[in-house]
């Protein structure tokens, strides 16, 4: 380590980790698709960072929105409004789903989300939350409780209200098919007595897994919500913004939900920013009824304007459009990797947004880690699979047992070869350890 890692080795704590084993690596540049660390390695970013870098590293236009804000005036209080806030709130009402039109403007997903349950609660009238296992919503108090994965048992204790279902996961489901995980959905809430304020989903899970589901589930569990009078939530925050080749994963399969929370890809990650948009007759409600939330960088200045030139570039540059081919290309090179690699055990993915999942066996699906490997500092198989595309120039995200492939939407072909050789090769190495 040199001076700078171990100095924030010791001031600074790491996130999700043992800080013990904490290692940061210094990072001193970035541009387009690649990064480069302190020793002058450079590494194709082939996970957008933390699956949110969407438009790479050092946009020009970015960068020139936002140096022009701050020459205007870096931060107001948020009671006061400025162009680039109003703009994006019309741009948002315009590109989401249906009739959504108002947002809430906060810092981050995990705040967004709590937004989203808080504006459910209220509006219902009706106190419990349904979320999904396999789920990840953020890490702050609240929407800790509705992630449905080992990382939420340190922050769920002594909170009530939040109940658990099956997720879609098709390739080790316990149902039939994923469908039918609706079906129990659907149980759940008839037995919780009209209790329901919301269920949240991840339209295309994320960090656990890239689970996409059938075409007509996110549908028909709108049609099961409706039924019960509660809302849907759709946490679009890895999914939303040409992820999935559409605006919104929702778009996929041409259904509204009742809000939406995003993040990520609304400012490609350059400054942090989220958003909680509602439904018309939602944001209606809360003209005769107090709206009870507030933070001080509630649609900071500096945010808003680099999120509103970030999707300006969107459809500038037809950024979108070009992710399903590009998504097609990914697939069909990954799914000749799975030919390759008995370690392999499943493809998966929609645009540039897709999971290759290790097994140790085919046959019976046994994983090569444990779900709670991390948050108990177990050996990793797939943290070594992780290092070894590093050493191969590739930055890649494991996340339990399958590989995060979420590269920045303006990637080439030529450089998504390059990322499927690495990891053609690390895949060697896990067909070893079978």
Not at 276 to 291: G, R
């Amino acid at each position: 380590m040199n001076d700078i890692e171990r100095m924030d080795k010791e001031y600074v704590f790491g996130t999700w980790a043992f800080q013990k084993a904490y290692n940061p690596k210094q990072i001193v540049d970035a541009e387009g698709v690649y990064f480069t660390d302190a020793d002058g390695n450079k590494f194709l970013d082939f996970s957008s960072q933390l699956m949110c870098s969407q438009l790479g590293h050092k946009n020009e236009r970015i960068n020139k929105a936002m140096n022009a804000q701050a020459e205007k005036f870096a931060f107001m209080a948020p009671g006061f409004t400025n162009e680039a806030r109003a703009k994006l709130g019309k741009k948002l009402a315009e590109i989401t789903p249906g009739n959504l039109k108002k947002t809430f403007f906060s810092p981050g997903g995990t705040e967004a989300n709590e937004a989203a349950i808080m504006i459910a609660r209220w509006f219902t009238g009706k106190h419990k939350i349904i979320s999904r296992y396999n789920s990840y919503h953020g890490s702050t108090y609240v929407s800790a409780q509705m992630t449905a994965e080992q990382r939420r048992w340190a922050t769920e204790h002594g909170m009530a209200g939040f109940l658990k279902a099956p997720a879609p996961y098709e390739y080790r489901t316990l149902f039939k098919n994923a469908m039918q995980t609706l079906d129990y959905i659907d149980e759940m809430m008839t037995h919780e007595g009209d209790q329901v304020a919301a269920v949240i989903a991840e339209p295309v899970v994320g960090s656990n897994g890239i689970l996409v589901p059938p075409p007509d589930y996110m549908p028909e569990l709108k049609r099961i919500c409706e039924k019960h009078g509660a809302l849907l939530i759709a946490d679009e925050v890895m999914s939303g913004f040409g992820r999935c080749g559409e605006w919104f994963a929702c778009d996929l399969w041409n259904m509204q939900p009742d809000i939406i929370t995003m993040a990520k890809g609304i400012t490609s990650a350059y400054l942090p920013l989220a958003a909680t948009t509602v439904s018309e007759e939602i944001a209606a409600h809360f003209d005769e009824n107090f709206f009870n939330i507030g933070h001080t960088y509630s649609g900071h200045p500096m945010t808003v304007a680099c999120a509103l030139e970030t999707i300006q570039i969107y459809e500038d540059e037809n950024i979108i459009a070009g992710v399903k081919e590009k998504g097609r290309y990914l697939m069909d090179k990954l799914c000749e990797l799975k030919e390759q690699h008995p370690s392999v055990g499943d493809v998966r993915g929609v645009g540039l947004f897709c999971g290759v999942e290790l097994v140790k066996n085919r046959e019976t699906k046994e994983p090569f880690d444990d779900y709670d490997a991390k948050i108990k500092g177990k050996p990793s198989v797939l943290a070594q699979v992780g290092g070894k595309l590093m050493a191969e120039g590739v930055y890649v995200v494991p996340m339990i047992n399958t590989l995060i492939l979420a590269p920045p939407l303006i990637i080439t072909e030529a450089q998504i070869d390059e990322g499927v050789a690495a990891l053609d090769k690390a895949l060697s190495w896990a067909d070893e350890q079978l």
